[in-house]
């Protein structure tokens, strides 16, 4: 490749976009494929072949038809990794209803914003999670569910919201409801026998590839969560050169050890699967180290997503070399820093030797870059690869804007297909993010290098400004992890009187390794300039993180400065 010499690339590809929507592509898919397995979930002890999907979906979709949803409607989906969640997925975009994705582990209060923000018309939900009550939870935001059913939900607090629907893995025909209100899976299916084929013929052929089929709320780890509103186009196209980069084929099976309800699952698993005919393993309805290591071995599965956490959970199982892994060829590893040391023992201990480094984010759908399995280890852990086909990527000034040279750090933009089609709701903050031209601005610092190689440095609103030093968070995590001691950093900012800003950072040692704040400083020292080393630094067992596994820096910032405070208080 050519050399640049400012930080803009555009990538083309011997493959063309695809204009279908999701629903004609899979039916094409499944013409091919019909008798091979789609879909297996050891939970609920089923499994389905492509023509079964194909026919449960046509089901599911005639009946959301049946219960009076219809194109451009919006239907919650509140659960965790099951079979129905895939059939729902696969309906609402056959019928161009849009799919609204809420996090399983949402509260009353959580819960209540998502359904507003969305204006939400209908909602499926499973009973429970862990300790949250969901049914108790609906009936205190719907005192109405304990009126007489067989009609539409009239709320006050939730004008929009019609019906909801209740799926009970101890009840899957769903013959009983725990409420009045609520209707069960099995109405839901007794509806479709009101809808023809034809009538959901009608409503496929009139789908648009732009339409709307899919609301994903941001992590939410600072702020309230936006909804980003996404296409057929943004998301079927970003499953499959996903594919393309991880070689994906029929024969691959994909264990998925990450939440339906992210982009990661959804469209990096799910549609990435389904796209080329290969098969999904569900090994838990939410992430289980140890049980998606019995579904890998158990299913012979060629694949493994995951965040960086996931994989050091699933290394550090206790009975991790009782199972054989010799079947696993590939995978992403995405959403947070890939150390090196870990990068190789996915590698070795997994014998996931192509494993990839991804990176994106969801108002992206979400992949931007990816390694590729010939790329060296140094590009996989210090960079996230070159960005996909038919995608543009630039590093800008956040002060002028401005194109800047390579090897500069500034704010990474995006600009394609991929680029979601808005905030929904919310104009202003569309507007904020998608500049005049088309560029979506991520927030992420990094810095381009020649060969393509795409290199994060931190958030710009996690950079650090300490005594007028700028420093990243990225930089000082990636030399913590390569301390033998270390199994997990992260760094962050808390006020200072006099610098400004001072560095904290947050370690969970490995297993049975003993570590002191005096020796990580001085470990620090000899590796980077002094400003750069933490001041405070603290041994945790676990931190904050969503359900995803992301790290939540801003809970660790309010849990030290609520400290700092209580500190204070007790010295008055």
């Not at 949803?69 to 659960?79: L, T, V």
């Not at 599965?301 to 054989?324: K, Q, S």
């Amino acid at each position: 490749m050519t050399p640049l010499s400012r930080s803009y690339l555009h990538r083309g590809s011997e493959i063309p976009l695809t204009g279908d929507t999701i629903p004609n592509w899979l039916t094409r898919v499944t013409a091919q494929h019909g008798g091979r397995e789609a879909l297996v979930s050891l939970p609920q002890q089923r499994r389905l072949s492509y023509d079964q999907l194909s026919q449960s979906v046509d089901r599911v979709a005639r009946g959301l038809l049946g219960l009076g949803f219809a194109h451009g409607d919006r239907i919650g989906i509140w659960s965790t990794n099951n079979i129905e969640w895939l059939l729902l997925q696969l309906a609402t975009a056959r019928i161009g209803v849009i799919l609204v994705n809420i996090n399983p582990a949402y509260r009353t209060r959580e819960l209540a914003y998502a359904l507003q923000r969305a204006e939400v018309q209908g909602l499926y939900t499973i009973a429970a999670f862990r300790g949250s009550d969901y049914l108790a939870m609906l009936s205190e935001l719907l005192p109405e569910l304990k009126q007489a059913g067989g009609t539409a939900l009239n709320s006050k607090t939730f004008p929009a919201l019609r019906r909801i629907i209740l799926y009970d893995p101890q009840d899957p025909e769903g013959t009983r409801s725990p409420l009045p209100g609520i209707d069960t899976w099995g109405s839901l299916l007794q509806a479709a026998e009101t809808v023809s084929a034809e009538t959901l013929g009608t409503a496929t052929d009139a789908l648009d590839r732009d339409d709307p089929i899919n609301i994903q709320y941001t992590s939410g780890t600072t702020g309230s969560p936006k909804a980003v509103l996404l296409t057929h186009h943004n998301l079927l196209n970003n499953a499959l050169f996903a594919a393309h980069g991880l070689h994906f084929t029929e024969e691959d099976r994909l264990c998925i050890s990450v939440p339906f309800y992210h982009c990661f699952g959804m469209v990096l698993c799910n549609l990435l699967a389904l796209s080329v005919g290969a098969c999904l393993v569900i090994p838990c309805e939410h992430f289980d180290p140890h049980r998606v290591l019995q579904a890998v071995a158990a299913e012979r599965c060629t694949a493994l997503h995951g965040v960086p956490t996931m994989f050091i959970a699933e290394l550090d199982d206790p009975e991790f070399h009782r199972f054989d892994l010799g079947s696993l060829r590939t995978g992403i590893m995405s959403g947070a820093p890939c150390p090196p040391e870990l990068l190789r023992r996915v590698r070795e201990e997994m014998h996931c030797g192509d494993i990839l480094v991804g990176y994106g984010q969801t108002e992206a759908s979400p992949l931007t870059h990816l390694s590729h399995p010939e790329s060296t280890l140094q590009q996989r852990t210090e960079t996230v690869g070159t960005n996909l086909p038919h995608q543009e990527v630039k590093v800008i000034s956040s002060d002028t804007g401005e194109t800047l040279p390579i090897g500069d750090v500034g704010e990474i933009c995006f600009r394609g297909y991929h680029v979601m089609k808005g905030y929904y709701g919310d104009p202003e903050a569309t507007a904020a993010a998608i500049d005049g031209d088309g560029w979506l601005h991520s927030g992420d610092l990094g810095m381009m290098q020649a060969d393509g190689y795409l290199r994060i440095t931190g958030r710009l609103k996690d950079m650090i400004i300490r005594g007028g030093e700028n420093i990243y968070p990225r930089e000082i995590e990636d030399l913590l992890f390569t301390h033998p001691g270390v199994a997990s950093v992260a760094v962050f900012s808390i006020p200072d009187p006099f610098y400004g800003e001072e560095v904290v950072a947050w370690i969970k040692p490995r297993q049975g390794q003993q570590l002191s704040e005096e020796a990580v400083q001085a470990f620090c020292r000899e590796h980077m300039a002094h400003f750069k080393v933490p001041r405070v630094i603290r041994f945790v067992e676990e931190f904050p993180m969503t359900v995803t596994g992301k790290l939540q820096k801003f809970r660790m910032r309010e849990m030290m400065l609520a400290e700092q405070e209580a500190e204070e208080d007790s010295t008055d």
